[in-house]
């Protein structure tokens, strides 16, 4: 049974105006962690991790499993929504992860991902972890919270990379600056399987202008969520499990600083799995 996985930290966002600090040290904190536990890791550090070589990876990774394998996928990044082009999203926007090249138009929606894994082997074990936001506004940046000195939310609206032409209209003809959001969902959460022991860590919650944060805590540029769940998991035991670890984060966050609600998603049973076993 094989152990892989695929840490993408992206902090510079040509054109955008919204580079990040933390996402770099994010991946390396993730592969050091990873390969001291037994997993085979390859890393995409920002022009690394273009659309295409994201999806090259994750293709791989997802491909040359089998059955018994456990593989384990962590994003630093933006996240954004993305215009619907195939006309199952009610509220007509996709999510999606940026990718380094996200201003060439080159975004990695949810459709995208699920189709990656539904290509995977029966009986591989998957666990994503995000450290990126999936909701806020289509123009505005997110705003900071004011306590949150320094941090900035892992979002990148439609407006930052989009063309004007493509955004979302409003009743009057112009670009919208809301607009109602049926999902929001991360961008990975189609690809969790109920019946497969599949999981799910996302840095913050659903619903509308919740955020992860880019964070500097010690003096050090990370994502808040990964600063604190990799705090946490130095506190478990051989014997601990996901939802152990889930409950031990949330020791840390939300706080008054980061007030950001790590989120776990996945059945009963994928919860009460052992750690990275």
């Known amino acids: 049974m094989a152990k892989k996985a695929l840490c993408i930290g992206i902090n510079n966002y ?35 991790a273009t659309k295409a070589a994201m999806v090259a990876a994750i293709r791989a990774l997802v491909t040359g499993a089998a059955a018994g394998d456990s593989l384990v996928i962590t994003f630093s990044g933006h996240g954004t929504y993305a215009p619907d082009e195939n006309g199952d999203e009610p509220d007509g926007l996709d999510e999606a ?21 539904a290509a995977r082997a029966a009986g591989v074990r998957l666990l994503l ?14 705003k900071p919270d ?13 407006g930052a990379w989009l063309t004007e032409s493509k955004l979302p209209r409003a009743a009057n003809g112009k670009p919208a600056t809301l607009v109602a959001l049926a999902s929001t969902l991360s961008p990975w959460a ?41 705090k946490a998991l130095k506190q478990m035991s ?4 996901y939802a152990d670890w889930h409950g031990e984060i949330r020791k840390s966050l939300p706080s008054a600083s980061y007030p950001q609600t ?16």
């Open 14 to 48: 040509p054109g955008t105006d919204m580079d990040l600090s933390g996402c770099v040290n994010d991946a390396a904190d993730w592969s050091g962690v990873l390969a001291a536990r037994g997993f085979a890791v390859q890393t995409l550090i920002d022009a690394q």
């Open 238 to 241: 051989a014997t601990s499990t």
């Open 97 to 117: 992860l940026c990718p380094h090249d996200i201003k060439q138009g080159n975004v990695l929606i949810d459709d995208e991902i699920h189709q990656l894994f």
């Open 190 to 230: 189609g690809a969790i399987s109920q019946a497969g022991g599949d999981l799910l860590l996302s840095g913050c919650a659903e619903g509308p202008n919740n955020f992860s944060y880019d964070a500097t805590i010690a003096g050090r540029p990370n994502g808040a969520f990964t600063y604190y769940a990799l």
């Open 146 to 158: 004011p306590d949150a000195i320094g941090a900035r939310p892992r979002f990148l609206p439609m």
């Open 262 to 277: 790590p989120q776990i998603f996945g059945s009963k049973a994928a919860r009460k799995l052992k750690l990275f076993a």
């Open 129 to 142: 972890i995000s450290d990126s936001c999936h909701s806020g506004t289509v123009i505005r940046a997110a």
